[in-house]
């Protein structure tokens, strides 16, 4: 397009042709005050701040509705246009709170930075009441504070030309000639059919709308923050672009999004502890949107595979790494250290590689095809995995002329648990060992057809142990510490299991086991209202009367897992039994060999696991001499789609659930529960999302101290 | 990371950042070049600044030309450590009040305004300098703002920076403990180093968090204390200063009192409640000469002491219609409430809820939110039993203390307040249906102090040394203050910030030249 030369206060700007004097003015960094304009709206000058003069013309124009001409002359600053500006913003301020004491936008309030700029202050007006303020005031995720609008309509100009949805209008007060900002026939947002983008309020000039506090977090930069599903996983997934891609049928795309940050995604689709979903906006609604069913969705139709297609691997360093332990963590490390061209060997001590994926998540929650199928396309990478082979001391890896080392062993052992009478009976095991030994195709004796098992514990490690001996045919019952609201268990985990017949004690203490070396009689247990952790350690608050003894023929102990690293290992352990680390760092404190994963954070998820791998596969590859820089993009983004429209019933829209198998065929079968979500849920479900990143996309208008 | 380096960083960019930002600058260029930075955590300068008027001065050319010439800073000296018991850094209050007008020409100089001298209530000094807005003869709220907008371009123009939308996290020392940088972080989340000589703090306090508001005052933040939360203020300074080992010195609130719900929004109807009728607490008895109820500051601190905090102003409809005919007791420029106009239409909106939403029931009053119990704050009543029942009030003691107080009014008594010995001219009795209840809790506008300083504002450990290259200035240092803010000689924040933060920039500059300066690298 064409280019003009103008003038702007004597300084020569160019612009392209048919742009307007303010833009022009503000891209060449010249500041004009405006409050009503907006860079991703069209102006319509209501606010009259963007007056100018223009040599050789009568009077007064607005710089925002001026396109610029060759050679014009603009002058922006001068007495008379600073007067019509005061008198402006005298007219907002005269309806606007006078001091801003409790406003949540100070500092942050373009309305307020433009009072300090023109230096227009109320007192000469006479204040303007209003009684509209009040209407519509109880929405979920915008608050209207309306008292503080200033009716500049870039709310509406938001709604209606960039989103396409329209329902912010202004609406006129029967009585008298107040006008506001509001929906038709003042239905509440809900019902006025608003589909809760957040650009009204990301465009605000004022604190007139705001987010609900807590909605986003202040722990991220702000554009982070704004996208909290994203914000919140640890590998920071770009899931808004990934669903967009599940509505639209583009699975393979999807896919290629997930594979960007995690390389098992059909895994975590069907395990992942999706802090995601917890802090979804979409939950402030009706409920939080599916995203590991929509993630599984995903990776079960992903036909064409396209990510490998950009996955590139760097050259050979002629460096050599090698990573004890195949599980997420130390698999994970190798395919991004093998893709920044290292030689990485992984040794593991069990027969195949996955870790608590392979030896302790039960099949029925994670088919073993699906952990094997994704450590294959790891090994495709070049990452040589040598099985049964366990590494006795790290030291032995550095002197026979590995670069780097990664310690990646995880949680191996469980943790004893202190009750009177445990030393005295042998008859309990812990659920790490009893899972593993399932997985692997080996059995419990104590734990068959009528045998009464008692667990003891109440995380997901624990509804494993329960649910995998009620389907070998025991009578299970678990206790725990936590009542039954503040389980750390998932929900479903803990139903599907009430369901198969597990009995839970939720709210109870371990008193005494009661048995022999060979016989266990029962557990004495008692209720408790509620515990605490003092300086002593757990406190309990026993209800008086409530003990009693549950009678059991054997004990699994699901009360938290520990490593099982000795000082012989070759690295400097803490009292604990963890790797004594250099600060915030992956590095141990012997050069050149690093930990990660459970092994350094204590039993955490394989999201956190994977996430840690990433981590240290960027702190390595320094180490080595490389970049660090580990991200890729395998999917080329299509520029984001603005105009979301007008969607009648869009914010009712119920969250689909995933049919689970009959009780009585899952009862006693190792198959999975439940299934994926039918092609038809999956873009229901997915059409639910909020797209909170759109409003990234919305410029920050730069305030006059950005000039 | 990004790396940068400065002679002087300037920790948040509020009134005494601006102060110190621009006196920094000066002082450098004065004495052979150098950058000042400061570095703000919001998109403008002047924080809780914008939303003031007015800075106190004594012997001001202005004060002279408008003959207010009989309190001198040795009087202002003398009158203020009596006020605070001697409770205050005596060095740094003779050093303030003697720089006080110089900085009345210092800001001048610089293009700055001012309307004149005012006084804040009846009883005050005529010490507030008034900024004067554009356009505009009259007081108004926010005019600092404009001030503000001037020290912002100004400084730049003589070569200091401002990085907004950056706050700092961490100040850096070297080996002897000597300040030798910050750590800032970007509007993206990325880092920045920033090396320097000397930092000066000047972060505000602690108005905004609650947590530390509880775990150094004692006050329940909406329950029984309800000071403005200017967003931002979190006491980032005090925390870093304290990590780097700096004493912890006593922080009080700037005490004042409001009717959550109605100061901001129903400006009639709050100014009403402060009127000085007659006010009660919950046992339904007098605690105060309402008189006084135009120092902000004695009415908070006497709420203080009071049953859950709070105590209610009472007052009839003979009242309301003798404001409506002959003006309100007591008007104030800050508020600019003058007449009752918007009296009816106010009461309608609060009372009636005009258009709430048909979807339930409206938060209804800012702030109201906040409060577990969902009260509201002021009231209409047709009787003193239906008062006494909605408001918790004791009704027997209210309706001996209303007949005592009547008494006082128009009895054998008329006009004497045998009890607190209010003028007469504010005895006006409680006997006509309606009656209105507004209910006051403690407020404040932040906090003071924080780190103990000497009067070159350098920051001190616990053995009262100055941590080298460590300054603070404004309200993170406002210990001077002592247990009451000062109401008497209005325009106090604003002149300590500015003034504290100049001095601080003074001494930072002094002492990169001097033989204590350590290398930061060292």
């Known amino acids: ?247 639209e049928g583009k699975n393979s795309e999807a896919v290629a999004v997930i594979r960007e940050k995690v390389p098992y995604p059909h895994a975590l689709g069907l395990v992942c502890v999706h802090t995601c979903e917890s802090k979804c906006k979409r939950s402030y609604l009706n409920s939080a949107l599916s995203i590991r069913n929509l993630k599984r969705y995903a990776a079960e139709h992903d036909d064409k595979q396209i990510w490998k297609e950009k996955s590139k691997i760097k050259p050979a360093t002629g460096k050599k790494v090698a990573v004890v332990g195949a599980g997420p963590t130390g698999m994970t490390a190798a395919f991004y250290l093998a893709k920044q061209g290292h030689d990485v060997t992984v040794y593991e001590r069990n027969h195949k590689a996955g870790g608590y994926m392979q030896y302790g998540i039960p099949k029925y929650r994670l088919p073993r095809e699906v952990v094997d199928s994704e450590n294959q396309m790891i090994l495709d990478h070049g990452v040589k995995l040598v099985t049964d082979s366990e590494i006795k001391n790290v030291q032995d890896l550095k002197s026979v002329g590995y670069d780097a080392v990664l310690v990646a062993v995880g949680t191996q052992a469980g943790k004893d648990a202190v009750i009177p009478g445990l030393d005295g009976c042998g008859m309990h095991t812990t659920a790490v060992e009893f899972l593993r030994k399932i997985s692997n195709g080996e059995s419990d004796p104590n734990v068959k057809e009528g045998a009464k098992v008692i667990v003891l514990g109440g995380g997901n490690v624990a509804f494993d142990a329960a649910r995998t001996s009620a389907k070998l045919g025991a009578k299970v019952s678990l206790f725990c510490l936590e009542a039954r609201s503040q389980m750390l268990a998932d929900d479903e985990e803990i139903e599907q299991a009430q369901e198969e017949g597990v009995e839970v004690h939720d709210g109870t203490t371990n008193l005494e086991i009661i048995g022999s070396p060979t016989k266990l009689e029962g557990l004495r247990y008692a209720k408790i209202n509620g515990f605490k952790f003092g300086p002593k350690g757990l406190e309990v608050d026993k209800v008086e009367g409530s003990e009693a003894v549950e009678k059991g023929d054997y004990i699994i102990f699901a009360m938290g897992q520990k490593t099982d690293l000795q000082d012989s290992f070759g690295l400097e352990i803490n009292r604990f039994g963890y790797p004594v680390m250099q600060d915030v760092s992956h590095k141990t404190t012997t050069d050149g060999i690093f930990a990660a994963g459970d092994c350094i954070t204590g039993t955490k998820s394989v999201i956190l696991g994977i996430e840690g791998g990433r981590e240290a596969a960027t702190e390595i590859d320094k180490y080595l001499g490389g970049d660090g820089d580990i991200d890729e993009v395998l999917y080329d983004r299509e520029p984001l789609n603005p105009n979301i429209g007008y969607r009648e019933g869009f914010n009712r829209i119920p969250r689909e659930e995933l049919q689970v198998e009959s009780i009585d065929k899952r009862a006693r079968s190792f198959t999975p529960v439940d299934f994926g979500f039918t092609p038809e849920q999956s873009g229901c479900e997915a059409e639910r999302c909020l797209q909170c990143d759109l409003r990234c996309d919305l410029h920050k208008v730069k305030m006059w101290t950005e000039y | 990371m990004k790396h940068m380096e400065a002679d002087v960083v300037v920790v948040a960019c509020g009134m005494s950042g601006l102060a110190a930002l621009t006196q920094a600058q000066e002082s450098l260029n004065a004495t052979g070049g150098g950058t000042a930075v400061a570095f703000e955590k919001s998109g403008t300068s002047g924080g809780a600044a914008n939303m003031g008027m007015a800075l106190l001065a004594f012997e001001s050319q202005l004060q002279k030309e408008q003959m207010y010439n009989d309190f001198t800073k040795d009087d202002a000296f003398r009158f203020f450590m009596e006020y605070v018991h001697w409770r205050s850094n005596a060095r740094v209050v003779r050093k303030w009040f003697n720089m006080s007008s110089d900085t009345i020409q210092w800001l001048q100089d610089k293009g700055v305004e001012f ?188 709420l203080l002491l009071q049953k859950e905090h709070c105590g209610f102003t009472i007052w009839d409809q003979n009242i309301v219609d003798y404001y409506k005919e002959h003006g309100l007791d007591y008007i104030t420029y800050h508020h600019g409430i003058t007449h009752m106009d918007k009296w009816d239409e106010e009461l309608d909106a609060y009372l009636n809820h005009k258009g709430i939403a048909a979807s339930g029931l409206s938060m209804l009053h800012e702030g109201m939110d906040d409060q577990a119990s969902g009260q509201t704050n002021f009231w209409k009543f047709d009787s003193i039993d239906e008062l006494c029942q909605v408001t918790g009030i004791n009704e027997k003691n209210l309706k001996a203390t209303i007949a005592e107080y009547n008494e006082m009014c128009n009895g054998n008594m008329r006009g004497y307040d045998w009890q607190f010995l209010k003028d007469h001219r504010f005895l006006k009795p409680i006997t006509k249906a309606p009656f209105y209840v507004a209910r006051h809790f403690p407020g404040g506008y932040g906090s003071l102090g924080g780190l103990e300083v000497t009067d070159n504002m350098e920051v001190c450990d616990d053995n009262f040394d100055p941590i080298p290259g460590l300054y603070g200035c404004g309200n993170d240092t406002a210990t001077v203050f002592a247990d009451s803010y000062c109401f008497y000689n209005p325009g106090s924040t604003m002149s300590y910030a500015i003034n504290s933060g100049r001095i601080a920039a003074m001494s930072a500059v002094a002492y990169m030249d001097s033989d204590e300066f350590i290398d930061p690298e060292e």
Not at chain 1, 64 to 75: D, E, S
Not at chain 2, 178 to 187: N, Y
Not at chain 2, 251 to 274: A, H
């Open chain 1, 1 to 247: 397009m064409a280019k003009v030369e103008f003038f702007v206060d004597g300084v020569k700007v160019e612009a392209e042709e048919g742009t307007s004097v303010l833009r022009a003015a503000l891209d060449a960094g010249i500041y004009i005050p405006h409050i009503c304009s907006h860079p991703d709206l069209e102006s319509r000058g209501g606010c009259k701040l963007c007056v100018i003069q223009i040599e050789g013309e009568e009077g007064t124009h607005l710089s925002c509705r001026t396109t610029v001409k060759p050679g014009m002359k603009v002058t922006t600053k001068n007495d008379r246009l600073d007067q019509i500006r005061r008198v402006s913003m005298e007219f907002m301020l005269a309806g606007h709170p006078h001091d801003c004491t409790t406003c949540k936008m100070y500092l942050k309030c373009e309305f307020q930075a433009m009072i300090q700029y023109v230096g227009a202050f109320a007192g000469r007006m006479r204040d303007v009441v209003k009684t509209t303020t009040h209407i519509n005031v109880n929405n979920p995720l915008i608050v209207r504070e309306m008292e503080r609008c200033i009716v500049c309509g870039r709310c509406i100009r938001a709604c209606k030309d960039v989103r396409g949805v329209g329902i912010l209008q202004l609406n006129k007060k029967d009585g008298n000639y107040e006008v506001y900002v509001g929906t038709k026939d003042d239905k509440p947002l809900v019902d006025a059919e608003c589909a809760f983008c957040g650009a009204c309020v990301e465009v605000c000039p004022t604190g007139a709308l705001q987010d609900q506090a807590g909605v986003f977090s202040s722990n991220y930069p702000r554009k982070q923050a704004l996208v909290p599903c994203e914000a919140e996983c640890p590998a920071h997934i770009d899931i808004p672009e990934y669903i967009r891609l599940v509505k």
């Open chain 2, 115 to 302: 309307l004149g001298v005012f006084k804040y209530f009846k009883n005050s000094h005529a010490t507030q300098h008034m900024v004067k807005a554009p356009g505009s003869n009259k007081p108004s709220e926010r005019s600092a703002s404009y001030m503000n907008k001037r020290l912002t371009e100004y400084v730049q123009e003589i070569g200091g920076k401002i990085i907004f939308n950056t706050p700092v996290k961490e100040i850096l020392t070297g080996s002897k403990g000597q300040v030798r940088g910050v750590i800032a972080v970007d509007e993206n989340g990325e880092e920045i180093e920033c090396l320097c000589n000397a930092v000066i703090v000047a972060t505000g306090g602690i108005g905004n968090n609650v947590d530390m508001i509880e775990k150094y005052m004692g006050w329940k933040w909406g329950v029984d204390m309800f000071t403005f939360r200017i967003p931002g203020i979190d006491g980032d300074g005090l925390n870093m200063a304290w990590n780097i080992g700096a004493r912890k010195a006593k922080i009080n609130m700037e005490v004042t009192y409001n009717t959550p719900g109605t100061t901001d929004i129903f400006k009639t109807l709050s100014e009403v409640g402060r009127q000085p009728n007659l006010m009660v607490n919950l046992k339904g008895q007098r605690f105060i000469n309402e008189e006084i109820m135009d120092n902000t500051t004695f009415t908070g601190n006497s």
